[in-house]
Structures are given as C-alpha cells and as structure tokens.
C-alpha cells in the first residue's frame, strides 16, 4: 500500500469544494468527466430495465445482447469483424485494465507504459507485483510511446506494452502508421500490446480510428496479442455508471471470465441495459453534438493558453485535455495549482498526478466546462499571471 500514491487533484478538489462552501465560485478544469448528462436515450433505457425488474446479476463477461451491440458498433464504424464472444463487459475501463493486467501478468513481469501517462495504469501494474517500465516521452513523440522507443527500452521480462490513444493527460494520438508498427514490433517480441481507447469518439480535426484497424488483416480477428480497452465513460457520457468494455483474445477469454467472476462477478446490471441505447441513432447524434462542443472548447482555450505564456508543443487532437507546460511562470506547478485555486478559484491537475517525467513543468486543464466558464478561467488566469 505505501507504494500506492494517492491522486493529488483530490486533495485539492477537496480544496476547491471547502471554498465553494464558503461562498468563492470555482471553476472546476480539474475534472477529467464530461460535464453533459447522459444522453436521455440511455437514461430511459436504464430505467425502463428497472421498471421491468431486471435487477439481478449478468453473465460475468455481460449480458450477450451488450457484448453483441458492441460488436455492431465496431462493424458499423470502423469496419471491423469482431465475434461479440470477444467482446467482455467491464465495470468501467479501469474494470477491464484489472482483469487484463491480473490476467496477463505476474510478479516480475514488466510492463512498458508511457510517462506523462494515466497513473492508475501504474498502480495495476504494482497491484500483481508486476514491474513498470515507465518511458519518459516528450513532445518530440507526441508524448506517446513509438515503435523505435519501445524496441531501444525493450527488457528481457517485457510482457505488455501500454499505449493510450488519444492519451489522458495530454490528448495527443499514436497515428495509424506508427500504431501498425508498434503492433508488428510487438508481435515479433511475443508479447501483448494493450491499447486503451477509452477517448476513442473524441477526436477533432481528424477521424476517429482503432488499433485493430491497424493490425495484420485489417479485420482484428488475427490480432492475437492486441487487448483493446474501452468505455462508457467518456464519449458516451456514463462515467458514473461504472460500465466499460474490452476486446480480447480468445485464448484469454477464460482466464477474463475466472478473474471476473471472483473478482467483482459482474459489470452492474442497469448500466448494462441502459447501454444497449448507446449505439442508437438518437444517442450517436446527441454525441457528436457534443464532440463538436468539445473541439470548439478546445479551440477556444488552445490558444489562450498559448497567449498567456503556457507552452504547448503539441496541440491535442483528442479526449478533453490540455497539458501545459508553465515553466515561464513556475518551476513548481502544485504550487501554482494551489495559488490558481486560492486566488484565482480555478482549479486544474497538477503534473505530479501523471508521473515523474518532470511533472513539476506541467499542469493539465480539462476543458469539461463551457466556453462562458472557460473564458472566465482565462480572464482570472491572465489577471492573476
Ligand atoms: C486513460 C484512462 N483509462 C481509463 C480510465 C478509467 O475510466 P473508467 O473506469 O471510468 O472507464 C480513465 C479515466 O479517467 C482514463 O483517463
């Protein structure tokens, strides 16, 4: 446990409600979940399947009819083949990381992941006395692990290689070339790629893609050493549903279905059927509403932040993150979180919560707010700096 760190946002979310109860308006850019209610389409279905009793437990890999729309929506829009027996249902992404990191991996087996990166992912990796292997990236890369990175830190004990595209904290995408590559490096190395898409929908500016896309058929079904991660949470606006999802191998299926059943026995039950509606017509249209809103936030704050001296070297192309690097107005980015919070009442995520990879350069701004809040946080910003 006293290698378990603790998420420092919340602490100052903690922080930043003690001021709200004292009266001071906080703008929250801290918070990495959308900001929209869940599309009333799914919330219907949700309590329709209430209303009709369906309140006991589900297979431990979900209920077949999920498992079988999840595998519509990949034929649908990324035209991929996936059997829906490959598909299994999670209580959110960080369900599926669980399994699939207590599935594939053991006491001193080594994961590669990338660092600034999602700090959950290293605290699995701790969870099964596994090792991490944190690679420190930068913007050369677009903080994102590359096939030459991978290979050049490549250890006998690698097991797993995690990438997340578009990658929470710093929205930037592996493109398809590099992934096709990474996939191939992989294979040859007999190891498993773990690509978690749980912001896979949120992209701007370019399309919407998916690792298995990438790989050897095209199709996914060869692709038996790629797990894919995914979720309700973020695209489809359900974070608190606790509902996600991963495509796996088949010959970890069993392996999933053990761990589940003993681990959490199944995904909730509600959240399962209120997502049948997610992959409706009327839910897909109220989403992409909101990806646009979401990319006119982006491009609203992208190049404030520019203007007030935070340097961005990348600009991000996905999920709803912007990591800043403030070193012309700090060297220690909690600190200036904290006196943003005390003195200005905007709240953002300081680097230290996404690694070691000088996290006190960085901080993360969520733009989980709209542009009226957002527009504030910069006139504040700017009066404050
Ligand atoms: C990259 C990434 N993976 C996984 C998760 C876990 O999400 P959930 O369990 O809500 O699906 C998050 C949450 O912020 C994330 O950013």
Same mark, same amino acid.
């Given at each position: 446990?006293?290698?378990?760190?603790?998420?420092?946002?919340?602490?100052?979310?903690?922080?930043? #409600?003690?001021?709200?109860?004292?009266?001071?308006?906080?703008?929250?850019?801290?918070?990495?979940?959308?900001?929209?209610?869940?599309?009333?389409? $799914?919330?219907?279905?949700?309590?329709?399947?209430?209303?009709?009793?369906?309140?006991?437990?589900?297979?431990?890999?979900?209920?077949?009819?999920?498992?079988?729309?999840?595998?519509?929506?990949?034929?649908?829009?990324?035209?991929?083949?996936?059997?829906?027996?490959?598909?299994?249902?999670?209580?959110?992404?960080?369900?599926?990381?669980?399994?699939? $990191?207590?599935?594939?991996?053991?006491?001193?087996?080594?994961?590669?992941?990338?660092?600034?990166?999602?700090?959950?992912? @290293?605290?699995?990796?701790?969870?099964?006395?596994?090792?991490?292997?944190?690679?420190?990236?930068?913007?050369?890369?677009?903080?994102?692990?590359?096939?030459?990175?991978?290979? @050049?830190?490549?250890?006998?004990?690698?097991?797993?290689?995690?990438?997340?595209?578009?990658?929470?904290?710093?929205?930037?995408?592996?493109?398809?070339?590099?992934?096709?590559?990474?996939? @191939?490096?992989?294979?040859?190395?007999?190891?498993?790629?773990?690509?978690?898409?749980?912001?896979?929908?949120?992209?701007?500016?370019?399309?919407?893609?998916?690792?298995?896309?990438?790989?050897?058929?095209?199709?996914?079904?060869?692709?038996?050493?790629?797990?894919?991660?995914?979720?309700?949470?973020?695209?489809?606006?359900?974070?608190?549903? #606790?509902?996600?999802?991963?495509?796996?191998?088949?010959?970890?299926?069993?392996?999933?279905?053990?761990?589940?059943?003993?681990?959490?026995?199944?995904?909730?039950?509600?959240?399962?059927?209120?997502?049948?509606?997610?992959?409706?017509?009327?839910?897909?249209?109220?989403?992409?509403? #909101?990806?646009?809103?979401?990319?006119? /936030?982006?491009?609203?704050?992208?190049?404030?932040?520019?203007?007030?001296?935070?340097?961005?070297?990348?600009?991000?192309?996905?999920?709803?993150?912007?990591?800043?690097?403030?070193?012309?107005?700090?060297?220690?980015?909690?600190?200036?979180?904290?006196?943003?919070?005390?003195?200005?009442?905007?709240?953002?995520?300081?680097?230290?919560?996404?690694?070691?990879?000088?996290?006190? #350069?960085?901080?993360?701004?969520?733009?989980?707010?709209?542009?009226?809040?957002?527009?504030?946080?910069? @006139? /504040?910003?700017?009066?404050?700096?």
């Amino acid at each position: 446990m006293e290698s378990i760190k603790p998420f420092h946002v919340m602490a100052l979310l903690g922080k930043a #409600r003690e001021l709200e109860q004292q009266g001071r308006d906080i703008i929250h850019l801290e918070v990495g979940e959308p900001d929209f209610n869940t599309p009333q389409p $799914i919330i219907n279905a949700g309590i329709e399947a209430l209303r009709k009793g369906k309140i006991h437990y589900t297979p431990s890999l979900g209920l077949m009819s999920l498992r079988q729309a999840i595998a519509d929506f990949y034929q649908q829009r990324y035209s991929l083949d996936i059997p829906a027996s490959r598909v299994v249902v999670t209580p959110g992404a960080s369900g599926a990381l669980l399994l699939i $990191i207590g599935a594939l991996i053991g006491a001193d087996d080594a994961v590669m992941l990338a660092d600034p990166g999602y700090p959950c992912n @290293q605290n699995f990796v701790r969870f099964v006395d596994g090792i991490i292997q944190a690679i420190a990236v930068d913007e050369s890369s677009s903080y994102q692990l590359t096939a030459e990175i991978i290979e @050049q830190n490549w250890q006998k004990n690698t097991k797993a290689v995690m990438i997340a595209s578009p990658a929470n904290p710093t929205g930037t995408l592996v493109p398809d070339d590099e992934m096709k590559k990474i996939i @191939q490096l992989v294979k040859e190395k007999q190891a498993y790629l773990i690509v978690d898409e749980i912001y896979q929908g949120l992209v701007y500016d370019i399309e919407s893609s998916c690792a298995l896309s990438c790989g050897n058929s095209g199709t996914g079904l060869d692709n038996q050493h790629i797990i894919i991660i995914n979720s309700f949470s973020k695209y489809f606006q359900m974070t608190g549903w #606790r509902l996600g999802w991963m495509i796996v191998p088949d010959h970890l299926l069993q392996a999933c279905d053990h761990l589940a059943q003993n681990l959490f026995l199944a995904a909730p039950t509600t959240a399962q059927n209120a997502a049948l509606a997610a992959f409706l017509p009327e839910t897909i249209e109220i989403l992409e509403q #909101r990806r646009l809103i979401f990319q006119q /936030r982006r491009d609203y704050l992208y190049p404030r932040l520019l203007e007030l001296g935070f340097k961005i070297p990348v600009k991000p192309q996905g999920a709803f993150y912007i990591y800043c690097d403030c070193s012309n107005h700090t060297d220690n980015s909690m600190t200036l979180a904290n006196d943003l919070l005390e003195q200005t009442g905007v709240a953002v995520t300081p680097g230290i919560d996404f690694g070691n990879n000088h996290p006190e #350069r960085y901080m993360r701004f969520a733009y989980t707010r709209d542009v009226q809040y957002l527009e504030q946080a910069i @006139q /504040r910003l700017s009066a404050f700096l």
